[in-house]
Structures are given as C-alpha cells and as structure tokens.
C-alpha cells in the first residue's frame, strides 16, 4: 500500500483508528510506509477492515490490530507490548481515541458520570499513552508523540465544557512533556481539528447543527478526515522535526 517512503519501516500506534480520523491517519502513515498498530475498544471488524486495506498488496504484513482500553494502564502497556512484540520499537504515537457528549449538554445539566467518562478517555487515556510513550519511544531522533486535540478549545462553542476542559488538558500537559523530553529527539505536539464530518460529529446533532458547524469556517465546509491525516503524518516524519510543543490547530479558520 506504500507509496512513498517518508516513513519507512517506522512503528506507528493510532488509538481509536478502527473509524474516523483514526482511521484516515492509520491508513495515511501506512501509504508513507510505516508498519501500524491499530487500536480499537469495540469495534473489531472495523478495525480488521482497515488492516486488511493496509496489508493488501503487501509482502508482509505491515498493520495488525489490538484492542484496549486507554483509560487502563494495564493495557496501555500491552498495546506498546504488541507493537514492539510484532514489529519493533516504537516510534510514533498518534492518541486519537476520544468521545464526545452527543446531546452537547450545557454545563450547568451535565452529569457528573458524563465528566467522568469523557476525562477518563480523552485526558486520562491521553495522559497514559503519552507516558508509555515518553518511556519506551525511541529516543535520539525520530520519536514522536502526537496527540489528538480540538479547535473546541480556542472556539469555546456552549456545550462543549467537559469535551473543551478535556482537550484543553490535554494540550497543557503535552507541551510540558515535550520540554520535559529535552535532549531525547523526541517531540510531544498536539493537533487540534475543527468539525470533521466523522460519525462523532454527526452522532445526536440536527442537520440545523451540523450546517451551523459548516459555515462557521471561511470554508463554508465540514473538514474532512484526509484534511487532517496529512498534518499528523508531517508531524511524524523527519521534516516536521522542528516543531516541538506546539497545537496545530486544522480547522479551516473555523477559530
């Protein structure tokens, strides 16, 4: 499936990867020629899906899948287990894994099981993954952990608060990992998309909200999958070295 070679024989693990903008980012650095481990929580056969796109056509088998919880060290572990058992040290971490509150419920009438939840996978898992991998990323040049955040945090849309506070979390704690990498090579960043016409987006929301959501960009457009797996894959290669510590955010000018 390679069609170029920025990546070569790289190890990448992508969180969440088996729909969505997981998906798009597994299967983009996989056509940059990374070998890929592909997370999912439930959803095995969607997951095996993106594997077998990966693999067909290949000599060797170059993704496979591995399902586990984020918000569990134990299996945090085994992930990072899997990939160096299958293919090698890691070098890439792509935390995309995440959920949202489809109803957007304003702050006021969240549930306190509902806060709970979404930091348990979008803060804590994050929080996690980044410290499997700040132990066991290769170190001296072309590690690189990469998490996923939102242009929620800039925008700050009304109910949106524990998604927002989450991924705002999310952005403070990566930027004081990679200065606390200093002299490892490896690079902590944050990207931070806008509405992206995935299943999380539409899940809940009136077509009223998603045109809203549409035309909030100078676009005039929902972002897509394949406008922000190219930002990830620059980030994990050799020429997005210099960019350490920083959120991207890939909205559109949507903030």
């Not at 849309?157 to 606390?180: C, D, F, Q, W």
Request: with cysteine; glycine share 10%; charged share 25%.
């Amino acid at each position: 499936m390679a069609d170029q070679s920025s990546l070569k024989d790289r190890v990448a693990i992508v969180t969440g990867a088996s729909r969505g903008i997981g998906r798009e980012i597994a299967l983009h650095l996989a056509r940059k020629g990374a070998k890929v481990v592909i997370n999912y929580a439930g959803n095995a056969e969607k997951a095996e899906e993106v594997a077998l796109t990966i693999n067909k056509g290949c000599d060797t088998v170059t993704a496979v899948t591995c399902k586990a919880d984020i918000s569990k060290a134990i299996e945090v572990r085994k992930l990072f287990d899997v990939a160096e058992e299958t293919f090698g040290p890691v070098h890439i971490l792509v935390n995309n894994a995440g959920i949202n509150d489809p109803k957007s419920s304003p702050l006021a009438e969240t549930p306190e099981e509902l806060w709970e939840s979404i930091f348990s996978v979008n803060c804590k898992g994050a929080f996690l993954c980044s410290r499997e991998a700040a132990n066991r990323v290769v170190k001296g040049g072309r590690g690189r952990i990469i998490n996923l955040s939102s242009s929620v945090v800039g925008s700050l849309r009304p109910g949106n608060a524990a998604y927002g506070a989450s991924k705002a979390a999310v952005e403070t704690m990566t930027k004081i990992l990679a200065r606390e990498l200093w002299g490892t090579k490896v690079t902590a960043n944050c990207v931070a998309p806008g509405p992206v016409a995935t299943e999380m987006l539409f899940a809940g929301r009136s077509e009223n909200e998603i045109q809203r959501a549409a035309q909030a960009a100078p676009f005039g457009r929902l972002g897509e999958v394949d406008d922000v797996a190219p930002v990830v894959a620059f980030l994990a290669s050799d020429e997005g070295e210099w960019v350490n510590a920083q959120v991207v955010r890939v909205n559109g000018g949507y903030v």
